[in-house]
């Protein structure tokens, strides 16, 4: 009798790590680009595009890999985009994840291009504010109001951040450097 409950209690695990394993391969993560872009814009005021396929996986670490991304200029830069990557993906732990921790375990940008930027205006691309901010006419009422409005923040850390074929431009007032 013991031993056909060792079995049984033994073949749901492996049922339930398989699950785990090819579940998130069955659900289209594009339909969430959207949620994606919307926070983003949120968060930094731009409009993020993804142009690419968007996935993720649960073993052995939970991995987000994302091609196609662009993150749009100030409006009057000299480009449409401030940042363009040929793909990133993003590796968590996921013990960390179960006391409320984020550990970044190693984020990857393969082929980053980033315009950095002054306008002639003395406005920098890299200054980032949020729709509230431009409309309150006052970065410290959104982000008061943002922080009444949201959950307690999470614990995040990265232990390796690497970048692959980058390349980074400065441009003052329309002049490359």
């Known amino acids: 009798m013991l031993k056909k ?24 993560w594009n339909g969430y680009k959207g949620r994606v872009a919307d926070a983003v814009r949120e968060v930094t005021g731009r409009d993020l595009a993804i142009d690419g396929d968007m996935s993720l996986s649960l073993l052995p ?40 921790k984020i550990q970044v375990t190693r984020v990857t940008l393969v082929e980053p291009v980033v315009l950095l930027e002054r306008l002639a205006d003395g406005q920098a691309n890299w200054q980032f504010t949020p729709p509230a ?11 008061s109001g943002a922080a009444a409005g949201s ?21 003052a007032g329309g002049i490359e450097q």
Do not use: C, Q
């Open 151 to 171: 959950g307690p923040s999470a614990e995040i850390s990265v232990d390796n951040f690497t970048i692959e074929n980058g390349t980074v431009l400065y441009r």
């Open 5 to 28: 409950i060792l079995i049984g209690v033994f073949g749901l695990i492996v049922l339930l790590l398989l699950a785990v394993a090819i579940g998130p391969r069955f659900i289209d």
């Open 133 to 143: 901010a431009n409309a309150n006419g006052a970065a410290g009422t959104a982000s």
């Open 61 to 100: 670490s939970p991995t987000l890999s994302v091609s196609g991304v662009r993150l749009a200029n100030l409006p009057g830069g000299s480009a449409p985009d401030m940042a363009r990557l040929k793909s990133l993906e993003v590796h968590v732990a996921l013990m960390p994840l179960v006391s409320g």
